[in-house]
């Protein structure tokens, strides 16, 4: 097929991409003064970060930009360029060293000082990528500025295929989930599998048109497409992980907490179909403020759109800084080393995984755990894991370097507020390991919830013959944190991105007026132009979703003893949408999402006071529409990069969510009747259940205990924690405003969100690695090598991940559901000391010593 580069003349040579790096200047232009033709290929295809080969297959994107960039006139690109260094000020992703090239092309060639013909060339380069493509070079690296509506993408075989591997993948990462650590079918381990699948299927199948009229359809359209396998992918990541429900029914159900002999499959079903479409109406009514503005990147999903291409779309062979490896071989030789490697961190010498080695030094000593142990400890250390499953654990090679970076502050400034805790004995936490969720009573035990209730409710006379429960100093960090940080980040947000909430909540009101408007219409960037072909799903087809979710909310509420009553049920749900909306801004754009479950477990301590039961259920109902909203957004946005219907997407979301309520359901049913000693800590295969106890210290405290007893007489500090947050919210935007440049990569929000990694089982060892990458990657890499970093990068953070979850699976099925136990000084060195043990404390009780005041002090 002949390329329209191929005609294009330029007036000197070809000049290699690394040569044109290694001349850049601050704008990333060449410093050469060799004049290059507006139409250059090298330039054009240097700029979009596509390849420095010309036959490369997503060369189209060049050739589309120069076909754009002749009808790019002088005046139309400062006045794109004008609105874009408007638009996108402040914007961290957006990189500094482009926004400087903007505001130079503003001020003219003169203050440009490259001479006229570069001016010109990068004057309306910038214009037309930003008007015609997209100025993260993030997005371009994975979506294509172009669409083919003839693709075929909702087919018959994307349901049958898809719905298979989504009732597959929901009952195995059901089965798994309550394991720690527990390996999941991820998307990137589904979409290897959804390929080999769909092209079997439409190598081998009929090609029959079933059905009559318009109702028809053909069983088999041609070859596996990169839509259709998209749209598989997006159905069986919305329902391919555990009902979110499910995820809180053994605190409520087992006899080690609150033993709720009435929680049947049919009830379970109920509250998942509730959180669950709570989840995807949410979603679908925010899209407008987290799905369709330019700025919400969402670099969670480019990873699985790269993936995606690389499996489907064919490519050529190219030459990147000395790579001639394709996509595809380069996935799959990473992913079969990283399938072989995890056998060694997970059975061979699993120290390499909780590499906990300053310990080894002295494994009993109590200061050194401490401070540098990875499982009771606070994780101060170097060199902390040789495990993909541990180094990825922040998302090192997908989030924004300034993420990382920020998040990690947060953590370290974490790590030493509990230190000060406990060799101080703030609220006797020298008593108690520093890093835990569990809820200790006087005597320095676990807190045994039988003791202070009657009939289900909190009895106030046997609380004061028993105890007051202490917590650990993380889990006052956390706790403390993460009531700072709702209220900060809800003022924080909506004052930096007001314009962009008061536009949407304008369209949005509009659309109920005009119901046959068109969402799309409101937004003028490329990708949404594109997709104005496509019928679009109106805002009441999500208001009717909700409608539906809350009805069978209200009568799982009404008709089974949850002790809430429904106006608590419907109070959760306005908290819950208005505190979404600037959460998933933030996600949209930094990949982290800050959580509401701590402020509606303390309301429902508020609303149904000395109701352990009342305040889990405030909490999965705010947590459910908060999780399943993240996730359906983010598979609206993937949706939106590869230009698929939007009405295909709602409809294989819906049908994914059924499929997933109803099998992990049953998966939990099977789990509870066939794991003996299920969520203990001591559970041999190791399903432990880690958030189930962090659930149930949770509701005690802030449930049964009751919010008022924990704010006034145990931690008063909780209740500043909220005004707090409030107060400085403002001034830290007005200070980011103040200093926009020296600041620009400082995220408050994210340095808070850090604080709230402690107080469970995780600590610095799980981040400190994933800093190491971050910085490698997401920022050396990224700036020196683009190309590279722009093809393999995404790829490689993929292939990592499906390899390691394939092992994890293989290892787990085969050697550690039925243990076949490896005994060796590699395997045992870990868990031989204080650290590994779970038993590293500062001070220790001695014989009739007990925590805190002595007995009738409380009330």
Same mark, same amino acid.
């Given at each position: 097929?002949?390329?329209?580069?191929?005609?294009?003349?330029?007036?000197?040579?070809?000049?290699?991409?690394?040569?044109?790096?290694?001349?850049?200047?601050?704008?990333?232009?060449?410093?050469?003064?060799?004049?290059?033709?507006?139409?250059?290929?090298?330039?054009?295809?240097?700029?979009?970060?596509?390849?420095?080969?010309?036959?490369?297959?997503?060369?189209?994107?060049?050739?589309?930009?120069?076909?754009? =960039?002749? #009808? %790019? &006139?002088?005046?139309?690109? *400062?006045?794109?360029?004008?609105? +874009? $260094?408007?638009?996108?000020?402040?914007?961290?992703?957006?990189? =500094?060293? #482009? %926004? &400087?090239?903007?505001?130079? *092309?503003?001020?003219?060639?003169? +203050? $440009?000082?490259?001479?006229?013909?570069?001016?010109?060339?990068? =004057?309306?380069?910038?214009?037309?990528?930003?008007?015609?493509?997209?100025?993260?070079?993030?997005?371009?690296?994975?979506?294509?500025?172009?669409?083919?509506?003839?693709?075929?993408?909702?087919?018959?075989?994307?349901?049958?295929?898809?719905?298979?591997?989504?009732?597959?993948?929901?009952?195995?990462?059901?089965?798994?989930?309550?394991?720690?650590?527990?390996?999941?079918?991820?998307?990137?381990?589904?979409?290897?599998?959804?390929?080999?699948?769909?092209?079997?299927?439409?190598?081998?199948?009929?090609?029959?048109?079933?059905?009559?009229?318009?109702?028809?359809?053909?069983?088999?359209?041609?070859?596996?497409?990169?839509?259709?396998?998209?749209?598989?992918?997006?159905?069986?990541?919305?329902?391919?992980?555990?009902?979110?429900?499910?995820?809180?029914?053994?605190?409520?159900?087992?006899?080690?907490?609150?033993?709720?002999?009435?929680?049947?499959?049919?009830?379970?079903?109920?509250?998942?179909?509730?959180?669950?479409?709570?989840?995807?109406?949410?979603?679908?009514?925010?899209?407008?403020?987290?799905?369709?503005?330019?700025?919400?990147?969402?670099?969670?999903?480019?990873?699985?759109?790269?993936?995606?291409?690389?499996?489907?779309?064919?490519?050529?062979?190219?030459?990147?800084?000395?790579?001639?490896?394709?996509?595809?071989?380069?996935?799959?030789?990473?992913?079969?080393?990283?399938?072989?490697?995890?056998?060694?961190?997970?059975?061979?010498?699993?120290?390499?995984?909780?590499?906990?080695?300053?310990?080894?030094?002295?494994?009993?000593?109590?200061?050194?755990?401490?401070?540098?142990?990875?499982?009771?400890?606070?994780?101060?250390?170097?060199?902390?894991?040789?495990?993909?499953?541990?180094?990825?654990?922040?998302?090192?090679?997908?989030?924004?370097?300034?993420?990382?970076?920020?998040?990690?502050?947060?953590?370290?400034?974490?790590?030493?507020?509990?230190?000060?805790?406990?060799?101080?004995?703030?609220?006797?936490?020298?008593?108690?390991?520093?890093?835990?969720?569990?809820?200790?009573?006087?005597?320095?035990?676990?807190?045994?919830?039988?003791?202070?209730?009657?009939?289900?409710?909190?009895?106030?006379?046997?609380?004061?013959?028993?105890?007051?429960?202490?917590?650990?100093?993380?889990?006052?960090?956390?706790?403390?944190?993460?009531?700072?940080?709702?209220?900060?980040?809800?003022?924080?947000?909506?004052?930096?991105?007001?314009?962009?909430?008061?536009?949407?909540?304008?369209?949005?009101?509009?659309?109920?007026?005009?119901?046959?408007?068109?969402?799309?219409?409101?937004?003028?960037?490329?990708?949404?132009?594109?997709?104005?072909?496509?019928?679009?799903?109106?805002?009441?087809?999500?208001?009717?979703?909700?409608?539906?979710?809350?009805?069978?909310?209200?009568?799982?509420?009404?008709?089974?003893?949850?002790?809430?009553?429904?106006?608590?049920?419907?109070?959760?749900?306005?908290?819950?949408?208005?505190?979404?909306?600037?959460?998933?801004?933030?996600?949209?754009?930094?990949?982290?999402?800050?959580?509401?479950?701590?402020?509606?477990?303390?309301?429902?301590?508020?609303?149904?006071?000395?109701?352990?039961?009342?305040?889990?259920?405030?909490?999965?109902?705010?947590?459910?529409?908060?999780?399943?909203?993240?996730?359906?957004?983010?598979?609206?946005?993937?949706?939106?990069?590869?230009?698929?219907?939007?009405?295909?997407?709602?409809?294989?979301?819906?049908?994914?969510?059924?499929?997933?309520?109803?099998?992990?359901?049953?998966?939990?049913?099977?789990?509870?009747?066939?794991?003996?000693?299920?969520?203990?800590?001591?559970?041999?295969?190791?399903?432990?259940?880690?958030?189930?106890?962090?659930?149930?210290?949770?509701?005690?405290?802030?449930?049964?205990?009751?919010?008022?007893?924990?704010?006034?007489?145990?931690?008063?500090?909780?209740?500043?924690?909220?005004?707090?947050?409030?107060?400085?919210?403002?001034?830290?935007?007005?200070?980011?405003?103040?200093?926009?440049?020296?600041?620009?990569?400082?995220?408050?929000?994210?340095?808070?969100?850090?604080?709230?990694?402690?107080?469970?089982?995780?600590?610095?060892?799980?981040?400190?690695?994933?800093?190491?990458?971050?910085?490698?990657?997401?920022?050396?890499?990224?700036?020196?090598?683009?190309?590279?970093?722009?093809?393999?990068?995404?790829?490689?953070?993929?292939?990592?991940?499906?390899?390691?979850?394939?092992?994890?699976?293989?290892?787990?099925?085969?050697?550690?559901?039925?243990?076949?136990?490896?005994?060796?000084?590699?395997?045992?060195?870990?868990?031989?000391?204080?650290?590994?043990?779970?038993?590293?404390?500062?001070?220790?009780?001695?014989?009739?010593?007990?925590?805190?005041?002595?007995?009738?002090?409380?009330?």
């Amino acid at each position: 097929m002949d390329s329209k580069l191929d005609t294009i003349e330029t007036d000197t040579e070809a000049t290699s991409l690394q040569s044109i790096d290694e001349k850049e200047d601050f704008h990333g232009n060449s410093s050469t003064t060799s004049k290059f033709r507006i139409e250059d290929p090298e330039i054009i295809i240097e700029r979009i970060k596509v390849s420095n080969d010309l036959e490369d297959v997503l060369v189209e994107d060049a050739e589309f930009v120069i076909d754009k =960039l002749k #009808t %790019m &006139d002088t005046s139309e690109a *400062l006045k794109v360029l004008g609105q +874009a $260094y408007e638009y996108f000020q402040g914007d961290m992703n957006f990189p =500094l060293r #482009t %926004m &400087d090239k903007l505001k130079m *092309l503003l001020q003219g060639s003169d +203050a $440009y000082g490259l001479g006229e013909d570069l001016y010109d060339l990068d =004057l309306r380069l910038e214009a037309t990528l930003i008007k015609y493509h997209s100025p993260y070079p993030e997005v371009r690296s994975v979506c294509s500025p172009v669409d083919d509506a003839c693709i075929p993408c909702e087919t018959f075989r994307v349901y049958l295929i898809a719905g298979i591997w989504t009732a597959f993948a929901t009952f195995v990462n059901s089965f798994l989930y309550w394991r720690q650590p527990h390996f999941t079918f991820t998307s990137q381990v589904m979409q290897i599998l959804i390929v080999p699948t769909g092209q079997f299927y439409s190598r081998f199948m009929p090609d029959w048109r079933v059905g009559y009229g318009e109702y028809s359809f053909r069983l088999n359209p041609g070859p596996w497409s990169f839509k259709e396998q998209v749209l598989a992918t997006i159905m069986i990541n919305a329902g391919s992980s555990v009902a979110i429900f499910l995820c809180y029914v053994p605190t409520m159900q087992l006899e080690m907490f609150y033993g709720l002999h009435w929680l049947s499959y049919g009830f379970n079903v109920l509250m998942g179909l509730c959180c669950q479409f709570f989840g995807l109406a949410v979603a679908g009514i925010l899209r407008r403020w987290v799905v369709y503005p330019v700025k919400a990147v969402w670099p969670t999903i480019l990873p699985t759109l790269q993936l995606n291409r690389t499996l489907v779309v064919p490519e050529r062979r190219t030459n990147v800084h000395g790579w001639t490896v394709s996509k595809y071989k380069f996935f799959n030789i990473v992913l079969g080393c990283a399938f072989v490697y995890f056998f060694i961190p997970d059975y061979l010498f699993t120290a390499l995984s909780t590499f906990n080695w300053p310990t080894w030094i002295a494994p009993q000593n109590n200061n050194l755990a401490i401070i540098m142990g990875s499982s009771a400890g606070l994780g101060f250390n170097p060199v902390t894991t040789f495990d993909w499953s541990m180094l990825n654990y922040s998302n090192s090679l997908v989030l924004p370097c300034f993420a990382i970076l920020n998040r990690y502050l947060g953590t370290f400034i974490g790590a030493i507020i509990i230190i000060i805790m406990i060799y101080t004995n703030y609220e006797s936490t020298a008593y108690i390991p520093p890093n835990t969720s569990t809820v200790y009573d006087r005597y320095g035990v676990k807190y045994n919830t039988t003791r202070v209730m009657t009939d289900g409710y909190f009895d106030a006379e046997k609380y004061k013959l028993y105890s007051p429960p202490f917590i650990s100093a993380g889990a006052i960090t956390l706790d403390g944190a993460d009531y700072t940080l709702i209220t900060f980040a809800f003022v924080y947000i909506f004052v930096t991105e007001w314009k962009t909430i008061t536009k949407a909540f304008t369209g949005f009101v509009r659309s109920l007026r005009h119901r046959d408007s068109n969402v799309l219409d409101e937004f003028d960037d490329p990708v949404s132009k594109l997709m104005r072909r496509y019928p679009e799903v109106p805002d009441w087809w999500y208001i009717i979703v909700l409608l539906f979710a809350m009805t069978i909310g209200i009568i799982a509420v009404r008709c089974f003893p949850t002790q809430l009553p429904v106006w608590a049920f419907f109070a959760v749900i306005g908290i819950t949408i208005a505190l979404l909306t600037p959460g998933l801004i933030l996600y949209a754009s930094a990949g982290y999402m800050f959580s509401i479950q701590h402020l509606t477990t303390l309301l429902g301590g508020y609303w149904v006071p000395g109701s352990g039961i009342a305040c889990i259920f405030t909490r999965v109902l705010g947590f459910g529409m908060d999780e399943k909203a993240d996730l359906y957004v983010g598979d609206l946005k993937l949706a939106h990069y590869a230009k698929l219907p939007p009405r295909a997407v709602f409809r294989v979301q819906v049908l994914s969510t059924l499929i997933q309520v109803f099998i992990s359901g049953a998966s939990w049913e099977m789990l509870r009747k066939g794991i003996p000693d299920l969520c203990s800590l001591t559970q041999k295969s190791k399903y432990t259940c880690t958030f189930a106890h962090t659930m149930y210290s949770q509701s005690l405290l802030f449930g049964l205990i009751g919010p008022k007893r924990t704010f006034d007489e145990i931690y008063p500090v909780f209740k500043w924690a909220f005004l707090i947050g409030a107060l400085i919210a403002v001034p830290c935007w007005f200070l980011r405003r103040l200093f926009p440049r020296t600041l620009h990569y400082w995220h408050p929000v994210l340095i808070l969100s850090g604080v709230t990694h402690w107080g469970s089982t995780y600590n610095l060892s799980y981040y400190t690695s994933g800093v190491y990458l971050s910085v490698t990657f997401m920022w050396y890499i990224k700036t020196r090598y683009t190309l590279w970093w722009a093809k393999y990068n995404y790829i490689l953070s993929s292939a990592l991940t499906a390899g390691t979850a394939f092992s994890g699976i293989l290892i787990f099925l085969a050697l550690q559901y039925h243990p076949k136990e490896l005994n060796w000084w590699g395997n045992t060195v870990s868990d031989a000391g204080v650290d590994g043990m779970m038993t590293a404390r500062v001070k220790h009780l001695a014989v009739d010593e007990t925590l805190g005041s002595a007995q009738g002090t409380w009330s």
